[in-house]
């Protein structure tokens, strides 16, 4: 029987959902799936399955290190590589370190100067643009308050499925030392999307991007909250209004409105033509400049696989949009017990 946690389903067709609780779900090989391999075979050939619930990030570490899983690749942050690597052989297993790639990676036709768009490390130019805010450090404790005399602090929720731990105190580190104070939660992947649906984050902290594939049938990066309930989502109240046509919600400026026309011209313009290079160029350029998602890090992310899985094909992205399996045919992966 396969042990694969949380992110294993080949396709939804494939296996049937038999249990589902808090500690995971077993699922059973569709009898009655419409692909057989090449030799007439009934796919898939894995006839059950065990989806292991791990919130924990040291206990999920600590699974995989110890060789009790088949699989793995979603909420592995590249922090956790080394020990994962190191216990390779230990363990049985191999680990793959792929790139996850609005625009990832950036079309020939896009400017590179985008790539670095305010990424300086600059305190003296953000304590700067804090004070002209109105945000101060009025009782000399070292951290700012907002003009009306609250005390600023950002609270940071986080999920290890959408961020490494390391990041996020990272960006703490850098806030305090401009004089904005922070608090550090981890919760879990459901809390935080939670959180984010009902607009209650201070700071949306999540992985985000798409190859230029992706974007010609998906327009969810470039359209108010920019994301779906499972990535970064931000501008509730602008997603509120479009989705209302108007009745509801926040009014977005017009450079989000822009955003939503350009990306849909965008997808029905040629592929190549100077009228789809114009738009994809004005898109990053709204994108970008506005600071819609505060790109942290670009790196490449562990994909978990034990040796004992077989026909397994080296990935060759790490895409939550191909659902990271579906161009590997997990449907064909067999287990050599």
Known sequence: MAKLPADVIPTLESHIYITDTTEGRHLVANPYFHIVDTQGNQLPYINEQDEVYKNDNEIRILTLVNGEADYKAQSLQLSSAPMLLENQEKGDYTIYLKQYTGFSPLPDFVDKKWESYMIDYNPGKA???????????????????????????????????????????????????????????????????????????????????????????????????????????????????????????????????????????????PIGSAEFKRLGQRMVKNMTENLLKIGIAQKPAPIYRKNSLKNFVEFKTHSYEYYRTYPYRATQWYLDE
């Open 127 to 269: 304590k700067s643009l804090l004070d002209q805010i109105g945000m101060k450090d009025n009782d000399g404790d070292g951290f700012r308050e907002l003009p009306s005399g609250k005390k600023l602090v950002l609270n940071m929720n986080f999920s290890t499925q959408g961020i490494d731990p390391q990041i996020v105190e990272m960006v703490g580190q850098n806030w305090a030392e401009v004089g904005i104070q922070t608090t550090v939660k981890e919760v879990t992947p459901d809390e935080y999307r939670s959180a984010q649906s009902s607009n209650q984050l201070d700071v949306g902290m999540w992985r985000s991007s798409q190859p230029l594939s992706i974007v010609m049938g998906n327009n969810e990066l470039w359209v108010p909250p920019f994301e779906n309930y499972f990535g970064h989502r931000t501008g509730m109240l602008w997603a509120e209004y479009v989705d209302s046509n108007g009745s509801k919600g926040v009014k977005p400026p017009a450079y989000v409105m822009q955003l939503i026309d350009d990306v849909n011209a965008f997808q029905s313009s």
